[in-house]
């Protein structure tokens, strides 16, 4: 590693690098003066305001959610869609292997004992955070992932998770369920993604409109598609 | 502007895990070593991006009020960051994948080994 490292090029590249970081550094206390003509700005006056003739309001008040859900919800389809392509790539990578592995060692007492104690408030916290993802900081993303720490866990715990045929039909259920939702955008509110059910109240849990029944469905999809590669990175263990 | 001003201190921080991140994609030879290198530097772009948002002093951007916005952070770059960990989360499962996979078949993780494509 340190043989080629004294060529004096490595050097001089590490001081150009040092020198242009230092220069771009006060641009960020120059970007901080001129916040009120961000794009965010604008996005945070227009996301907690309900629909009317010229605003495209979310009315929620998680201004990220709003982003990430609404705004930019063609984009977040792309990246349930690329989570998908690499859980299926690990599947189909892993699918082969039958080698097995010799079980070596026993779980942990602890673990193992106090895992059906845990269990369902892994679930339970990552549904709530689900749900409640246009109301409270947290979302689908983080909930589904929080979910799928349940797997996790099992797998700690010595269990072997079964490779469930219903996880993989949940799984192409939400995300049709995305798409579907969306495309009646189309029809009812005049765009892909479109508002077409009613806002509801500010800050109550039913509110939002189709904004929180997306976000329920990539959150079904994102934890179904992480336990599916936490299932496929263990293998078939023989006492 | 002091040097201990938060809007410096945090690019700086954030810039300099990055370098580590690629030093040490480019120094290392193990495989499972070089995807922890490129996780460090995607840590530091992340964090280089919350570092724009400015969330010195201000509130999370959860709105309490429809009429005041003022006050709270820019919610662009956290939506951005939240789509950045999904890839890197992807890119390291698939990534971690090859590596076991190509373990399996040749028995090393050491890249100056990997020969297979040169003629």
Known sequence: ?????????????????????????PAFNSGETVLSNRAGEKLLAIAPK???????????????????????????????????????????????????VKKETNPNEIVSHAKTLVLPHFLLTGLYIIVH????????????????????LLLLSGDRVKQVKAL?????????MYVLVALAGLWLGGSFLGQYLPLGGFNRLFSGGILPIIYIFVGIK????????????QKEEVD | MTIADYSTVMPAFSIALLLIGLWGAI?????????????????????????????SGRMAPIIGDPNVTTGYTDPLPHALILTSIVIGTAVTALGLTLTARYFQHKGTLD???MKELKN
């Open chain 2, 111 to 113: 890249i100056s080994k």
């Open chain 1, 50 to 100: 309900s629909q009317d003739s010229n605003i495209l309001g979310a009315g929620i008040p998680n201004a990220v959610t709003a982003v990430v859900v609404y705004y930019r919800g063609l984009d977040t389809l792309g990246e349930v869609s690329v989570l998908f392509l690499v859980a299926t790539a690990v599947g189909m990578l892993f699918g082969r292997d039958k080698s097995t």
């Open chain 1, 133 to 152: 993802g246009h109301l409270t900081p947290g979302g689908g993303f983080q909930g589904g992932v929080m979910a799928a720490g349940m797997a996790l």
């Open chain 1, 168 to 176: 993989h039909f949940l799984e192409g259920i939400a995300g049709s």
């Open chain 1, 222 to 233: 994102v934890g179904t598609e992480i336990t599916s590669i936490y299932q496929n990175f």
């Open chain 2, 27 to 55: 120094t290392q030879k193990n495989l499972i070593k070089i995807f922890i290198s490129l996780s460090i530097a995607e840590t530091g772009v992340n964090l280089l991006f919350l570092a724009i948002a400015g969330f």
């Open chain 1, 1 to 25: 590693m340190s043989r080629k490292f004294h060529n004096p090029i490595n050097i001089i590249f590490i001081i150009v690098f040092v020198l242009m970081f230092i220069k771009i550094l």
